[in-house]
Every structure is written in structure tokens, then in C-alpha cells.
């Protein structure tokens, strides 16, 4: 089992930034893909971000060039710094973590944090 848990959510002006951070413990394999998926007011989750456990990355659209994702595999933690936040930035932000256990594909999911873009 994994769990996972964020922090650093909260309520910022348009044109802010915040930065997101999610500890993960348990039972953590050394080749994994660790993401931030968020979920609107209204509409269904999707992927903000994705890191490898060798640090390649991916980005939606819509979050490049504001958003960046990192890692700290000695930490086991995962952050995504947020810049240049928009209304439509706000949602809840869920940490993941995807590894194979015993050849099965696993996901385990944070709580969630809400992010909150308005003036």
C-alpha cells in the first residue's frame, strides 16, 4: 500500500502563484510515475502533470509554460509549482502515483487539495 498526502493548496489572486506538495510513504517501488490530476467545479478530472522516477515530463496543454513538476525521490515527494494562475486553474488537486505490483498496474490517489483562483 501507498499513501499519499498533499498540502499547499488555497485560495490566490489571478496572476499568482502556489506551490503543491504530496509525501508519499508505504510500500514505494523505484520505477513509478508519479502525476497531479485536478478536478473542476462541474467537470471530470483530468491530468494536469506527470514525472517519472528519471524525471521525464508531461504537461496538458493548457498548464505549459506555468506549471512545472519535480521531484524528490530521496524525499519521496512530489510538488507542482503553479505560476501565472488563472480563474480556470481552480479545482481540486489530486497526487498519483502508478507502479506495477507483481506485474499489475496500481494507482493510489491523495485526498485531493483545493486550489482556488479568484480576486
Known amino acids: 500500500q501507498v499513501q499519499l498526502v498533499e498540502s499547499g493548496g488555497g485560495l490566490v489572486q489571478p496572476g499568482g502563484s502556489l506551490r503543491l506538495s504530496c509525501a508519499a510513504s508505504g510500500n514505494i517501488f523505484s520505477i513509478n510515475v508519479m502525476g497531479w490530476y485536478r478536478q473542476g467545479p462541474g467537470k471530470e478530472r483530468e491530468l494536469a502533470a506527470t514525472i517519472t522516477n528519471t524525471g521525464g515530463t508531461d504537461y496538458v496543454d493548457s498548464v505549459k509554460g506555468r506549471f512545472t513538476i519535480s521531484r524528490d525521490n530521496a524525499k519521496n515527494t512530489l510538488y507542482l509549482q503553479m505560476n501565472s494562475l488563472k480563474p480556470e486553474d481552480t479545482a481540486v488537486y489530486y497526487c498519483?502515483?502508478?507502479?506495477?505490483?507483481?506485474?499489475?498496474?496500481?494507482?493510489?490517489w491523495g485526498q485531493g487539495t483545493q486550489v482556488t483562483v479568484s480576486s
Open positions: 498519483s502515483l502508478q507502479q506495477d505490483e507483481q506485474w499489475v498496474p496500481r494507482t493510489y
